[in-house]
């Protein structure tokens, strides 16, 4: 049985991922500081708790479990917090990030999957957007995956590492059989928000500028259900194994939707009403993010099949409701 060690296996992503893995025949083992993690979404594989900065704790880690394969998603995701608090994210994800691959070089483990983002793009000047358009963030979060992305290069050129650095869109809804989906704290993405606003009286759901040069004048995002996220890396780590190049891969439909019609989608999904209010843009949004996916394609097999708005929602909507049981 081959190995996986997941950083951030707790995490939205993660916890997804590690199912995919664990269904594939794996055996996983996560390694979570549960920061913003969580222990109850830790069920394919043991955990062990320790952090990222940790260097002596994550060499002791890799040492022990001896993995085939580290899929490391461990990451701090906000935006809008890397930007009021650069120093946390070059810490967690650029050195956090460092410390796993040093862990693998003095181990002998040289496969690494690496949870990146569409957001080292910054605003694309072609669309869709191809693995091979200029990286430029546009915020330090984007700027402390692409320093990985550039570990990843160098290491490979040196010490013969092979990595898959899979740039995410948008990631999306919730496991179709309810057992992981989105838990942030605080949530700041598009639709459980807009689930949110469909469901309570005190919470207004709010589009953030429509004066985009779009369709409707709202953003275009390009959304990619989390369960084929999760087939992506299972895809991918069999690649490594087989003695694949790896390289950078877009994770999107290659399809892209509006706000309003997430919007219109949600209604049309729950059958419920969402009220809207229309406000301000938001400082560092593109107006159209959309990937192009043939690399993935044809490189790692990949096809999504859940990534529909309809099935993203319905997913997303059904844990939502799950977890309102669950917070009482
Ligand atoms: N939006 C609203 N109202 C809300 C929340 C979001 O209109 O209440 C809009 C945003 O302005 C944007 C779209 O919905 O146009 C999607 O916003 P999200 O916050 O859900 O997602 P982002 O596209 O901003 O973020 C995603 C990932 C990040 C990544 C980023 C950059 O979640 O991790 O893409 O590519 F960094």
Request: hydrophobic content about 40%; glycine content about 16%.
């Given at each position: 049985m081959q190995t996986i060690l997941v950083?951030?296996?707790?995490?939205y992503v993660g916890s997804h991922c590690c199912k995919a893995f664990a269904r594939a025949g794996y055996r996983v083992v996560v390694y979570d500081n549960?920061?913003?993690?969580?222990?109850?979404?830790?069920?394919?594989g043991d955990l062990i708790e320790g952090?990222?900065?940790d260097a002596d704790a994550v060499g002791r880690a890799v040492a022990a479990v001896k993995p085939d394969v580290v899929a490391h998603f461990a990451a701090l995701t906000y935006v809008g917090e890397s930007v009021s608090d650069p120093g946390q994210y070059y810490a967690n994800n650029s050195l956090g990030a460092f410390n796993v691959l040093e862990a693998m070089r003095a181990n002998g483990c040289s496969k690494f999957i690496f949870s990146s983002t569409?957001?080292?793009?910054?605003?694309?000047?072609?669309?869709?957007?191809?693995?091979?358009h200029p990286q430029w963030p546009i915020n330090p979060y984007g700027w402390s995956k692409l320093m990985v992305e550039r570990m990843l290069a160098d290491y490979a050129t040196a010490y013969g590492f092979t990595f898959a650095a899979l740039r995410y869109f948008n990631a999306a809804g919730a496991d179709p059989d309810g057992e992981a989906g989105e838990r942030h704290e605080p949530e700041t993405h598009v639709i459980p928000l807009a689930i949110e606003g469909s469901l309570r009286d005190d919470y207004r759901f709010t589009i953030?500028?429509?004066?985009?040069?779009t369709r409707d004048g709202t953003c275009v995002r390009d959304y990619v259900h989390v369960t084929d996220l999760g087939e992506a890396h299972r895809l991918a780590a069999e690649h490594l194994l087989a003695g694949g190049a790896g390289g950078f891969f877009n994770l999107g439909t290659g399809e892209g939707a509006t706000v309003k019609e997430i919007a219109d989608a949600i209604e049309r999904v729950t059958g419920r009403k969402l009220p809207r209010t229309i406000g301000p843009r938001r400082a560092g949004d593109p107006p159209v993010l959309i990937a192009s996916n043939t690399r993935a394609r044809e490189i790692l097999g990949w096809t999504p099949t859940h990534s529909s708005i309809d099935e993203i929602v319905a997913t997303a909507n059904a844990w939502r409701l799950k977890e309102g049981e669950r917070r009482g």
């Open positions: 950083t951030g296996g707790a995490g549960l920061y913003r993690g969580w222990r109850d979404l830790v069920k394919w952090d990222l900065l569409a957001a080292t793009y910054g605003v694309p000047k072609q669309v869709p957007i191809p693995e091979d953030f500028g429509d004066d985009f040069d």
